[in-house]
């Protein structure tokens, strides 16, 4: 049994203990061309975001037998043709959920007290509190689109500052955490407005142009779910014309970045209502450690069964 983890960083000493205890495991990170050349040799192989696993580097996966994504989304594996070739996919159910809650909770404070526009002005030497007059939160409605796991523990946090919470939720009838309305009563109610909605065809581009007119013009958006929910093209123009007031990001089309990413990260470069930063939501030392071990073990029980 040979075992590949392609990000090597992100599992500790007890999460490779346990997959040697299965098999010959090889840590090491590889371009797309190097997987798609190596990946030929290997039962299993564990992944998180930034290894991209498609049709093209899966057909040359003779012997693969399971995927381990440490992750919750999986838009980067083609899950309908490993599917076709009965690869098994194990990804995570919940280990993620507290450490990009409290992510999105970070850029929201960020942004309503301008944070890192106040820090670059200090270190350059400069003084001027006129320049950072914020906002709190307390009394402020927040819109959460997608009450799952992350949504509801946001809207759990977000209480504690004082906030009014309200969500859309297609799949969701009934919430304890937020009072559901549909998509453009949040949009034209929402002081802040944080997205936590799978990817999928129905959300694609799920924010555009539309949406951002019927947003009030002094709200703050934050994506700390897929890049996929929201039209880049439009955010930019919504920033530029002061249709919303700002935005932070965490996620983005390609990871690590591409020429599809250059238009939103040259914006975050010069302006001062945009935060950029490279999903990092989940990215704690425990979570780390819980997700690596949580992948381990599924592989390994699956094994056991095989």
Same mark, same amino acid.
């Given at each position: 049994?040979?075992?590949?983890?392609?990000?090597?960083?992100?599992?500790?000493?007890?999460?490779?203990?346990?997959? @040697?205890?299965?098999?010959?495991?090889?840590?090491?990170?590889?371009?797309?061309?190097?997987?798609? %050349?190596?990946? &030929?040799?290997?039962?299993?192989?564990?992944?998180?975001?930034?290894? #991209? /696993?498609?049709? $093209?580097?899966?057909?040359?996966?003779?012997?693969?037998?399971?995927?381990?994504?440490?992750?919750?989304?999986?838009? =980067?594996?083609?899950?309908?043709?490993?599917?076709?070739?009965?690869?098994?996919?194990?990804?995570? #159910?919940?280990? =993620?959920?507290?450490?990009?809650?409290? #992510?999105?909770?970070?850029?929201?404070?960020?942004?309503?007290?301008?944070?890192?526009?106040?820090?670059?002005?200090?270190? @350059?030497?400069?003084?001027?509190?006129?320049?950072?007059?914020?906002?709190?939160?307390?009394?402020?409605? /927040?819109?959460?689109?997608?009450?799952?796991?992350?949504?509801?523990?946001?809207?759990?946090?977000? !209480?504690?500052?004082?906030?009014?919470?309200?969500?859309?939720?297609?799949?969701?009838?009934?919430? !304890?955490? &937020? $009072?559901?309305?549909?998509?453009?009563?949040?949009?034209?109610?929402?002081?802040?407005?944080?997205? =936590?909605?799978?990817?999928?065809? @129905?959300?694609?581009?799920?924010?555009?142009? #539309?949406?951002?007119?019927?947003?009030?013009?002094?709200?703050?958006?934050?994506?700390?779910?897929?890049?996929?929910?929201?039209?880049?093209?439009?955010?930019?123009?919504?920033? $530029?014309?002061?249709?919303?007031?700002? &935005?932070?990001?965490?996620?983005? %089309?390609? @990871?690590?970045?591409? %020429?599809?990413?250059f238009l939103i990260v040259e914006y975050a470069r010069n302006n001062s209502n945009l935060i950029i930063t490279p999903h990092i939501g989940a990215s704690t030392a425990e979570a780390a450690h819980e997700a690596g071990l949580e992948i381990a073990k599924g592989v390994a029980k699956a094994l056991e069964k095989q």
């Amino acid at each position: 049994m040979r075992i590949l983890v392609t990000e090597p960083e992100y599992f500790d000493g007890d999460a490779v203990s346990i997959l @040697e205890s299965c098999g010959d495991v090889v840590a090491k990170r590889m371009g797309k061309d190097e997987l798609a %050349e190596k990946i &030929a040799d290997f039962d299993v192989i564990i992944v998180r975001i930034e290894t #991209h /696993l498609d049709k $093209k580097v899966l057909a040359r996966a003779k012997r693969l037998r399971i995927i381990g994504s440490a992750t919750t989304g999986l838009n =980067h594996i083609d899950v309908d043709y490993a599917g076709e070739r009965g690869i098994r996919i194990i990804n995570l #159910h919940g280990t =993620h959920t507290i450490p990009t809650a409290e #992510h999105t909770m970070a850029l929201i404070l960020s942004l309503s007290r301008k944070i890192p526009w106040a820090y670059r002005s200090v270190s @350059e030497g400069k003084w001027e509190r006129y320049r950072f007059i914020g906002e709190q939160l307390d009394g402020k409605t /927040l819109g959460i689109i997608g009450i799952g796991r992350i949504g509801s523990k946001v809207a759990e946090y977000a !209480k504690a500052f004082g906030m009014k919470i309200i969500a859309y939720d297609p799949y969701v009838k009934s919430s !304890k955490d &937020a $009072k559901l309305v549909n998509l453009n009563s949040l949009l034209e109610n929402s002081d802040i407005i944080t997205l =936590h909605a799978a990817l999928t065809g @129905e959300s694609t581009s799920l924010i555009c142009k #539309h949406e951002f007119g019927l947003m009030k013009r002094n709200a703050l958006l934050i994506n700390t779910a897929r890049a996929g929910l929201i039209d880049n093209a439009a955010l930019i123009e919504a920033l $530029k014309d002061g249709k919303i007031n700002g &935005a932070a990001i965490d996620v983005f %089309e390609d @990871e690590p970045l591409s %020429e599809r990413d250059f238009l939103i990260v040259e914006y975050a470069r010069n302006n001062s209502n945009l935060i950029i930063t490279p999903h990092i939501g989940a990215s704690t030392a425990e979570a780390a450690h819980e997700a690596g071990l949580e992948i381990a073990k599924g592989v390994a029980k699956a094994l056991e069964k095989q």
